[in-house]
């Protein structure tokens, strides 16, 4: 299966925004899920954030709710991660996920993008 694409990482300053894409090919089944993680070096991988393709549930975790907020584009199969207020902390490489749970557990999803670098620093 082809995997998935995941773009837009870059270098930022602390409170900047930055938005990661996650290119999916082929079709999206309406009850499919798209996940964000990261991961910063020596960590286990860190749940962000993920919805339902068809029906908009999301799930958030508690350290970016109010910043991050995943979103789609449907003609373009692409799921999209808008992050606001940066922080240092959210310096991980982000990887984006394929699934059919609506979980925060990695090992739910089966898709993986090859992840973005995203950096916050001053």
């Known amino acids: 299966q082809a995997q998935l694409v995941g773009s837009g990482g870059g270098s930022v300053q602390p409170g900047g925004s930055l938005r990661l894409s996650c290119a999916a090919p082929?079709?999206?089944?309406?009850?499919?899920?798209m996940a964000w993680f990261r991961q910063v070096h020596g960590k286990e991988r860190e749940f962000v954030a993920a919805?339902?393709?068809?029906?908009?549930?999301?799930l958030y975790a508690d350290s970016v709710k109010g910043r991050f907020t995943v979103s789609r584009v449907d003609a373009a199969n692409v799921a999209k991660l808008q992050m606001n207020d940066l922080k240092s902390q959210d310096t991980a490489v982000y990887y984006c996920?394929?699934?059919?749970?609506?979980?925060?557990?990695?090992?739910?999803?089966?898709?993986w993008g090859q992840g973005t670098q995203v950096t916050v620093s001053s």
């Open positions: 082929g079709r999206i089944f309406s009850s499919a899920v």
């Open positions: 919805f339902r393709w068809g029906v908009g549930r999301t």
């Open positions: 996920a394929r699934g059919v749970a609506l979980s925060s557990t990695p090992y739910r999803y089966r898709g």
